[in-house]
């Protein structure tokens, strides 16, 4: 045992690398554990532990090769998910207030700390500018508590996060001005250079990634393993492209991931193992290879290093909080907004590291302001996890409290499978579509017809639906299966709705459209859409869902008035926000204006256009302007329904035909009761003159109100 022992190096920085790794792994284990118990951000402990551990403590691990590879990794990572955990459409919506924001956070310290340095601590002009723009930067060390918090779609990070990508880009522009100006290659040919290379860089990452993406997720949509490796890939390219355009990597990074915004769902099993990775190995690694940067013994080297370090670290934090000060008062934001704001904006770590090892190395800096910015880093890493925490948790409460009351918050989604095939498609679905402040399990269900082979069917179901609960796990969502047998599909489904009191049901369709007169799909998913009053969402599914464009709706006439109208619109309105999807709309101008008046009331932000469509025997000309990356919504109604008109029964015959590429859905939205709707259809109902089927809705208009009301109308 002692010989092998022997053959182990524990020399000083220790060299062997499964015990490095193995050292580190602990550290990322352990060190937020214990802070918690403290009640201080995870954040905070790793940057310590890089401290103790690294050149500048006990001297455990070297910050080697390795090591600074991971790092650059977790720092890619971190801007990546900035870009793509971002809402695009509130995004959008306050692009301008990003770059206001961006303008505050890097004039303000700039004009804080050029005369600090310049007349307070005596240095020259190019060095006081170089130092002045280091206050400006700063890097999202504390995106990863926003995002834990859940805040990461609140207006004043969205701002933050566009503020920062403004902010560091212009930053890095006065570094390699004043690095050309120090050589003597300020001309023109330098401007012309640097304009081209980031036009051709900013037209690679926006217009040549995305179809490139598009196309992948569309052929490989099986291979996950593939692809993760993929968007990894498509993350360091983008990367490397923005160094070769004269900028630094992380712009890249931070731009690939608004370019694929729209591709990876926030709720997907993609965007899941991108967080899962990155946050369990990736951006911990980063946090800690910034501790190992930080020597406190140089403030033992005399009093002109501590005054240095205590100089630039107060003009840090103070120019930061007053940028977040006025862009409080600009746009009246609440105090905690304010906070968030000045935490994530206020730590300085990659920017701030390269501007000063550039003016270091090219002898514009000393070695007192590379020793005060390391410990720059420090304290400001520190505050501003300090200071996100606490304010982005009574943010998220804020929040919270100001949400609208939503109907059957704890709604149960039941998605019916046949099909295999169709297991992981409908389960995606299905998360895309359950409000995440539901506690309730996404149920798969299999209902096996009642014969001599139900046994073993059932045996075979159970192993089929398995696959659900494994492809859900991979986002973190609850799925229960169960198995039914019943005399026939249809009644097995709708006898499970009832018991189990479903809110909605999703259920895929073959697209063979009924043949029987008097039929829309056929005879199990008639009976399920006439025997329950619950929301039921028909869908085929022909493309990954995440490739969504738009999501062109179309609604009939008086959709407002339905019980289940805000249900149905919630549900587009989740989707369209988790794929990045613009919403057109095809209805009346009455119906569309109801729309618009319950985005507002709800602080709905979708982008979204009208289109007047009255004459449902037009239909089809939604054809032309339905592409193969669309999602078609047809919002029909029961008979017997405020909304209904008979045309509605032919849509789902033409759908299978003319948008046999498209994925499309149809929806019931939600009725007062389903055997309140049976008892006032008959079989008149089928084949009616325009005024015959208006005098018989009125007819059952009235007596839905009997029902409801408990009271008799006259002349009904």
């Given at each position: 045992?002692?010989?092998?022992?022997?053959?182990?190096?524990?020399?000083?920085?220790?060299?062997?690398?499964?015990?490095?790794?193995?050292?580190?792994?602990?550290?990322?284990?352990?060190?937020?554990?214990?802070?918690?118990?403290?009640?201080?951000?995870?954040?905070?402990?790793?940057?310590?532990?890089?401290?103790?551990?690294?050149?500048?403590?006990?001297?455990?691990?070297?910050?080697?090769?390795?090591?600074?590879?991971?790092?650059?990794?977790?720092?890619?990572?971190?801007?990546?998910?900035?870009?793509?955990?971002?809402?695009?459409?509130?995004?959008?919506?306050?692009?301008?207030?990003?770059?206001?924001?961006?303008?505050?956070?890097?004039?303000?310290?700039?004009?804080?700390?050029?005369?600090?340095?310049?007349?307070?601590?005596?240095?020259?002009?190019?060095?006081?500018?170089?130092?002045?723009?280091?206050?400006?930067?700063?890097?999202?060390?504390?995106?990863?508590?926003?995002?834990?918090?859940?805040?990461?779609?609140?207006?004043?990070?969205?701002?933050?996060?566009?503020?920062?990508?403004?902010?560091?880009?212009?930053?890095?522009?006065?570094?390699?001005?004043?690095?050309?100006?120090?050589?003597?290659?300020?001309?023109?040919?330098?401007?012309?250079?640097?304009?081209?290379?980031?036009?051709?860089?900013?037209?690679?990452?926006?217009?040549?990634?995305?179809?490139?993406?598009?196309?992948?997720?569309?052929?490989?949509?099986?291979?996950?393993?593939?692809?993760?490796?993929?968007?990894?890939?498509?993350?360091?390219?983008?990367?490397?492209?923005?160094?070769?355009?004269?900028?630094?990597?992380?712009?890249?990074?931070?731009?690939?991931?608004?370019?694929?915004?729209?591709?990876?769902?926030?709720?997907?099993?993609?965007?899941?193992?991108?967080?899962?990775?990155?946050?369990?190995?990736?951006?911990?690694?980063?946090?800690?290879?910034?501790?190992?940067?930080?020597?406190?013994?140089?403030?033992?080297?005399?009093?002109?290093?501590?005054?240095?370090a205590a100089t630039l670290s107060v003009v840090a934090i103070t120019g930061k909080w007053v940028a977040a000060w006025i862009t409080q008062r600009v746009f009246r934001y609440s105090r905690y907004q304010r906070n968030v704001i000045w935490g994530l904006s206020n730590a300085h770590a990659a920017a701030t590291l390269a501007v000063?090892?550039?003016?270091?190395?090219?002898?514009?800096?000393?070695?007192?302001?590379?020793?005060?910015?390391?410990?720059?880093?420090?304290?400001?890493?520190?505050?501003?996890?300090?200071?996100?925490?606490?304010?982005?948790?009574?943010?998220?409460?804020?929040?919270?409290?100001?949400?609208?009351?939503?109907?059957?918050?704890?709604?149960?989604?039941?998605?019916?499978?046949?099909?295999?095939?169709?297991?992981?498609?409908?389960?995606?679905?299905?998360?895309?579509?359950?409000?995440?402040?539901?506690?309730?399990?996404?149920?798969?269900?299999?209902?096996?017809?009642?014969?001599?082979?139900?046994?073993?069917?059932?045996?075979?179901?159970?192993?089929?639906?398995?696959?659900?609960?494994?492809?859900?796990?991979?986002?973190?969502?609850?799925?229960?299966?169960?198995?039914?047998?019943?005399?026939?599909?249809?009644?097995?489904?709708?006898?499970?709705?009832?018991?189990?009191?479903?809110?909605?049901?999703?259920?895929?369709?073959?697209?063979?459209?009924?043949?029987?007169?008097?039929?829309?799909?056929?005879?199990?998913?008639?009976?399920?859409?006439?025997?329950?009053?619950?929301?039921?969402?028909?869908?085929?599914?022909?493309?990954?869902?995440?490739?969504?464009?738009?999501?062109?709706?179309?609604?009939?006439?008086?959709?407002?008035?339905?019980?289940?109208?805000?249900?149905?619109?919630?549900?587009?309105?989740?989707?369209?926000?988790?794929?990045?999807?613009?919403?057109?709309?095809?209805?009346?101008?009455?119906?569309?204006?109801?729309?618009?008046?319950?985005?507002?009331?709800?602080?709905?932000?979708?982008?979204?256009?009208?289109?007047?469509?009255?004459?449902?025997?037009?239909?089809?000309?939604?054809?032309?302007?339905?592409?193969?990356?669309?999602?078609?919504?047809?919002?029909?109604?029961?008979?017997?329904?405020?909304?209904?008109?008979?045309?509605?029964?032919?849509?789902?015959?033409?759908?299978?035909?003319?948008?046999?590429?498209?994925?499309?859905?149809?929806?019931?939205?939600?009725?007062?009761?389903?055997?309140?709707?049976?008892?006032?259809?008959?079989?008149?109902?089928?084949?009616?003159?325009?005024?015959?089927?208006?005098?018989?809705?009125?007819?059952?208009?009235?007596?839905?109100l009997r029902r409801l009301f408990g009271k008799k109308q006259d002349g009904a």
């Amino acid at each position: 045992m002692t010989g092998l022992l022997l053959n182990v190096d524990f020399s000083l920085p220790l060299k062997n690398p499964v015990l490095v790794f193995s050292i580190l792994l602990f550290i990322i284990l352990f060190s937020p554990i214990l802070l918690r118990k403290f009640r201080l951000p995870g954040i905070i402990g790793l940057i310590l532990s890089g401290i103790l551990v690294g050149p500048y403590g006990f001297n455990l691990i070297e910050r080697n090769e390795a090591i600074i590879l991971f790092s650059t990794i977790g720092l890619l990572y971190i801007m990546f998910l900035a870009g793509l955990e971002l809402d695009m459409n509130e995004f959008k919506k306050n692009r301008y207030k990003s770059i206001l924001f961006g303008f505050f956070t890097f004039a303000i310290p700039i004009s804080i700390g050029y005369p600090v340095c310049h007349y307070l601590l005596g240095y020259d002009m190019l060095a006081s500018v170089m130092i002045a723009s280091m206050f400006a930067t700063h890097t999202l060390v504390a995106y990863p508590i926003a995002s834990r918090l859940g805040i990461v779609k609140n207006e004043a990070v969205a701002i933050t996060v566009g503020g920062t990508i403004i902010t560091d880009t212009a930053v890095l522009l006065i570094l390699a001005v004043i690095t050309g100006s120090k050589q003597g290659g300020l001309d023109q040919a330098f401007w012309i250079r640097l304009i081209i290379s980031l036009t051709i860089f900013s037209g690679i990452v926006f217009y040549l990634l995305p179809p490139v993406a598009r196309w992948f997720f569309r052929n490989i949509e099986g291979e996950k393993t593939s692809q993760y490796i993929f968007v990894l890939a498509l993350v360091f390219l983008s990367a490397f492209l923005a160094e070769v355009a004269g900028v630094e990597p992380i712009i890249g990074a931070f731009m690939s991931g608004l370019a694929l915004n729209s591709l990876i769902p926030h709720t997907s099993p993609l965007m899941n193992r991108i967080e899962f990775v990155g946050n369990a190995l990736f951006i911990p690694f980063f946090l800690i290879s910034v501790g190992m940067l930080v020597d406190i013994k140089v403030l033992s080297n005399g009093p002109w290093a501590l005054i240095v370090a205590a100089t630039l670290s107060v003009v840090a934090i103070t120019g930061k909080w007053v940028a977040a000060w006025i862009t409080q008062r600009v746009f009246r934001y609440s105090r905690y907004q304010r906070n968030v704001i000045w935490g994530l904006s206020n730590a300085h770590a990659a920017a701030t590291l390269a501007v000063i090892l550039v003016g270091y190395n090219i002898g514009i800096l000393d070695e007192n302001v590379l020793n005060g910015t390391i410990i720059l880093i420090l304290i400001t890493c520190l505050v501003a996890s300090f200071v996100t925490e606490r304010a982005g948790r009574n943010l998220a409460i804020a929040e919270l409290e100001k949400l609208p009351e939503i109907k059957d918050l704890d709604e149960k989604i039941l998605v019916p499978i046949s099909n295999p095939a169709t297991i992981e498609p409908l389960m995606d679905l299905a998360i895309l579509l359950k409000d995440r402040r539901s506690s309730q399990p996404i149920t798969a269900l299999s209902v096996v017809q009642d014969d001599d082979e139900a046994r073993e069917r059932v045996v075979q179901n159970k192993q089929m639906l398995e696959k659900a609960i494994i492809h859900a796990a991979a986002t973190d969502t609850k799925v229960t299966i169960d198995t039914r047998v019943a005399l026939n599909v249809g009644n097995g489904i709708s006898q499970y709705v009832k018991e189990k009191m479903i809110s909605v049901v999703l259920i895929g369709w073959t697209g063979k459209a009924a043949k029987v007169e008097g039929k829309i799909f056929g005879t199990a998913l008639d009976q399920l859409i006439q025997s329950n009053s619950q929301m039921v969402m028909v869908t085929q599914l022909r493309q990954p869902i995440n490739i969504t464009r738009r999501i062109v709706v179309a609604i009939p006439a008086n959709a407002q008035y339905e019980v289940g109208f805000s249900g149905w619109l919630q549900k587009i309105n989740l989707l369209a926000r988790e794929t990045s999807s613009e919403m057109h709309l095809h209805t009346t101008p009455k119906t569309f204006e109801a729309i618009r008046r319950y985005f507002a009331k709800n602080r709905i932000l979708v982008s979204k256009k009208f289109y007047d469509f009255e004459d449902w025997e037009d239909f089809l000309i939604l054809a032309k302007s339905v592409s193969r990356d669309d999602l078609l919504v047809v919002v029909c109604a029961r008979k017997g329904s405020i909304s209904y008109n008979s045309y509605l029964d032919e849509i789902p015959g033409k759908l299978p035909k003319y948008f046999k590429e498209n994925n499309f859905m149809v929806i019931f939205p939600e009725q007062p009761g389903g055997e309140m709707l049976d008892s006032v259809i008959t079989e008149e109902d089928i084949s009616l003159s325009p005024i015959q089927d208006n005098i018989q809705r009125l007819s059952r208009y009235g007596k839905v109100l009997r029902r409801l009301f408990g009271k008799k109308q006259d002349g009904a």
